[in-house]
């Protein structure tokens, strides 16, 4: 359906930033929304933020003022641009796509952002 790959993680300290990126290939004319995902360790995956093809964004509250999502629709990337990291920001970040004849079950291979003194 569509392939995605995350780029941008790495380490970083408390109250420093961060920005990940996501490219999508395959089906992406039927792609209506990206966003990222993120899974700490003991924890489910949760929504971080996404971003429909016309411009609706959806962000999590504990992230919100910090993160901002955003997308080129024309080259189907989507990138999150975080800040003031917390070290419970530390997570796996998983990007996101939501066809709409599929469903939104489109994940990348996540790429790790760990926050720490």
């Known amino acids: 359906q569509v392939q995605l790959v995350e780029s941008g993680g790495g380490l970083v300290q408390p109250g420093g930033s961060l920005r990940l990126s996501c490219a999508a290939s395959?089906?992406?004319?039927?792609?209506?929304?990206m966003g990222w995902y993120r899974q700490a360790p003991g924890k489910e995956r949760e929504l971080v933020a996404t971003?429909?093809?016309?411009?609706?964004?959806n962000y999590a509250d504990s992230v919100k003022g910090r993160f901002t999502i955003s997308r080129d629709n024309a080259k189907n990337t989507v990138n999150l641009q975080m800040n003031s990291l917390k070290p419970e920001d530390t997570a796996v970040y998983y990007c996101?796509?939501?066809?709409?004849?599929?469903?939104?079950?489109?994940w990348g291979q996540g790429t790790q952002v760990t926050v720490s003194s």
């Open positions: 395959g089906r992406i004319f039927s792609i209506t929304a």
């Open positions: 996101n796509a939501q066809q709409w004849d599929y469903g939104s079950d489109n």
């Open positions: 971003k429909t093809n016309g411009g609706s964004t």
